[in-house]
């Protein structure tokens, strides 16, 4: 693990307006037109935020924000981490109740909050003992508090104000695919502090690049990728807004790199090649060019595994599809791609931190971890070992070059009665080329495996496949002949509808698995 000094996200954004001044940095379609924001101005419009949270009060308080991502978005989450208050970002499509528990849960006392969930909000400030104070962004009253609380206003003193980097900066709750939602407590130096990596490929992203954002801010992953390291990089940001608005803003802002999940790839991979069905003579290479832009050369995925035959396939289309690999726990990454890594593995282990595998466990170690599960002690301490590392619950092993290897999840383990240990991801992947299924999720019933298929009913009629279960038995029959006789499947389950699962693609897995 390499030392490397971490400044405050206000050291970041300052030093950011300093170098780049009124170049664009932010830009979005608001109106049907494209509208494009400085680094100095979102240097400003964040400190004016700043400004107003202090004015509204002087003491620590937990402000979320529940909205899309939007550039008000940006400068209220900005604004909160300079002010030295401690942002909580929430999923505006949450439903009321559960958007009232987990304000509730974290003493949230002030809300930021988006048009789209207007009609929530009313129900929420008088269900929640602790919310004092709702506004509502992207207003035009909002906009107008970034003059009065600008640097020419009479409150300029109330953002001379520094926050100590090791206290609880932000609170981001855990997606709660196998229990309960924690609130994972980090600070600014781990939000910062994570992205002060170096890339393993420096010359792929340069200043001036356009990173297109997709995925939601309230994901770490998101917040810290799209916009922390983009704006230490000096590269521009496109908002995409609306998912049904991406393949048109692909086209209008024509990216370089894009943070997906692999469900998005795969979406995307499925439109070029609907181009190429409907007019043969197009080069796929021009196909692609059409759905993405003229400039994409890199996709990086997160957030759920990345099948390598998606990789291969994007590979043969000039565009670098890899995966990294974090946690909300670690501050974010652990692993970043590069063009050198193997397809299997989810890139090489950064330079700001340490990883091990201990008893089969990926391990981790760096100056980014979280500072605990607020109000959840005894929930802290069990992700940590008596010698500091972060359990990071994967299974997988580590390569003399520090690529990373995930094989499956230590909670999702199927432990036999003969004490055998079965990856139910392992046997998962290995329908992955198999068109046939669309989704598979495998776990334990009495004491045997079982594979619970989504078909691809889609592909079964244009090949007419009539004897749907009748194939998959013989997929299956003809895995198992490979197999160790512990990861045998003894039995399929079809499915008419998809899996459940979390914002970011990672299913919500069934409490059977472990016996």
Same mark, same amino acid.
């Given at each position: ?41 979102? !240097? !400003?419009?964040?400190? #004016? ?17 529940? #909205? ?11 604004? $909160?981490?300079? @002010? ?15 958007? @009232? ?51 020419? #206003? ?16 932000? /609170? ?57 390291? &983009?704006?230490?990089?000096? /590269?521009?940001?496109?908002? %995409? =807004?609306? +998912? ?9 802002? !024509?990216?370089?790199? +894009? ?35 003229? %400039? $994409?050369?890199?996709? $990086?995925? =997160? ?23 974090? +946690? ?6 652990? #692993? ?75 909670? &999702? ?7 055998? &240990? ?9 329908? @992955? ?7 598979? +999720? ?13 078909? %691809? ?5 244009? &090949? ?6 009748? /194939? ?13 006789? @512990?990861? /045998?499947?003894?039995? $399929? ?23």
């Amino acid at each position: 693990m390499q030392p490397t000094e971490i400044p405050t996200v206000r050291e970041l954004i300052d030093r950011a307006a300093e170098r780049y001044e009124d170049r664009t940095f932010l830009m979005f379609v608001r109106n049907g037109e494209v509208q494009e924001r400085s680094f100095r101005k979102t !240097q !400003q419009d964040s400190l #004016s935020v700043c400004r107003y949270l202090r004015y509204v009060s002087d003491r620590r308080m937990h402000v979320a924000i529940m #909205s899309k991502t939007s550039y008000d978005y940006i400068t209220c989450l900005t604004g $909160i981490l300079m @002010s030295g208050n401690v942002a909580l970002p929430l999923s505006p499509d949450i439903s009321e109740a559960e958007a @009232s528990m987990l304000l509730e849960r974290a003493d949230v006392e002030f809300l930021f909050y988006g048009n789209e969930i207007s009609e929530k909000v009313e129900s929420l400030c008088r269900h929640c003992v602790s919310l004092k104070k709702a506004v509502c962004i992207g207003t035009e009253q909002f906009a107008r508090m970034y003059d009065d609380f600008g640097a020419g #206003s009479q409150y300029v003193h109330l953002s001379d104000y520094t926050v100590d980097p090791e206290a609880c900066a932000a /609170m981001i709750y855990t997606s709660g695919t196998t229990g309960d939602r924690k609130a994972v407590m980090l600070s600014t130096k781990a939000l910062v502090g994570n992205v002060m990596y170096h890339d393993y490929c420096e010359d792929i992203f340069t200043e001036d690049d356009v990173a297109m954002s997709v995925l939601p801010m309230y994901h770490v992953y998101c917040f810290t990728g799209d916009y922390l390291k &983009n704006l230490k990089d000096g /590269m521009r940001v496109a908002l %995409n =807004g609306e +998912m049904h608005d991406l393949v048109r803003n692909l086209t209008v802002f !024509q990216p370089k790199v +894009m943070r997906v999940v692999p469900m998005i790839a795969a979406t995307l991979l499925r439109r070029v090649k609907a181009i190429c069905t409907r007019r043969p003579e197009t080069d796929p290479f021009d196909a692609a060019r059409e759905v993405f832009g003229k %400039n $994409i050369r890199w996709l $990086i995925s =997160g957030g759920a595994y990345l099948d390598p035959a998606l990789i291969s396939a994007y590979n043969e289309l000039g565009i670098f599809l890899r995966q990294g690999y974090g +946690m909300t726990e670690a501050g974010c990454r652990i #692993s970043v791609p590069d063009e050198y890594a193997s397809f299997e593995s989810v890139g090489r282990v950064i330079d700001i931190c340490d990883a091990r595998v201990y008893g089969g466990e990926i391990q981790v170690k760096s100056d980014t971890l979280m500072l605990g599960y607020y109000k959840q002690p005894q929930e802290t301490a069990a992700m940590f070992t008596s010698d500091g590392w972060l359990r990071t619950g994967d299974i997988g092993f580590l390569t003399h070059d520090r690529q990373l290897f995930i094989t499956g999840r230590v909670k &999702n383990l199927i432990i036999l009665s003969n004490g055998e &240990n079965v990856s139910p991801e392992a046997i998962e992947k290995k329908f @992955s080329d198999r068109r046939l299924v669309q989704e598979v +999720m495998v776990y334990a019933e009495n004491d045997k495996i079982v594979a619970e298929i989504f078909p %691809n009913y889609d592909f079964a009629e244009e &090949n007419r496949i009539d004897d749907v279960v009748g /194939m998959l038995e013989n997929m299956v029959d003809t895995m198992n002949m490979t197999a160790k006789p @512990s990861h /045998m499947i003894s039995r $399929i389950k079809l499915r008419n509808s998809p899996f459940e699962r979390t914002a970011t693609g990672k299913l919500i897995r069934k409490k059977t698995n472990v016996l």
